[in-house]
């Protein structure tokens, strides 16, 4: 966005128009017999919540340096892997599951550093 000046949110709105077009051909020949009003309520829910999210990101990313879109990159691999990690480990954790899930936090911790 900082290298085609372009505005977060003519941004969001792009990426937002650009989803839609591609959407309106499985809501126009999509089998909506089986959808119920509360799935409905539901997903524009989440479109609010995701349009939102993205209008949030884009703004912080156009006003944030490279060294910081990389430090929440790395923060963002870590995330990634520890949420389900604690999700699928919830019955206990072998040695090397546990030596699996250090090495990941030693190289995020190590690829921060340079």
């Known amino acids: 966005m900082n290298r085609v000046r372009l505005d977060p949110y003519v941004t969001v709105i792009v990426f937002l128009a650009g989803s839609l077009l591609f959407a309106l051909p499985a809501a126009f020949f999509g089998n909506w017999s089986g959808i119920s009003g509360s799935q409905l ?3 524009a829910i989440a479109c609010a919540i995701s349009a939102i999210g993205s209008i ?9 340096t490279v060294a910081e879109v990389a430090n929440m990159f790395l923060v963002m691999l870590v995330v990634q892997v520890a949420v389900p990690a604690a999700v699928l480990l919830r019955s206990g ?3 090397r599951q546990i030596a699996g899930l250090c090495a990941a936090a030693l190289a995020v911790v190590l690829l921060g550093k340079r």
């Open 56 to 64: 949030s990101f884009n703004r912080m990313l156009a006003t944030t």
């Open 41 to 43: 309520r539901v997903a």
């Open 93 to 95: 954790a072998s040695t």
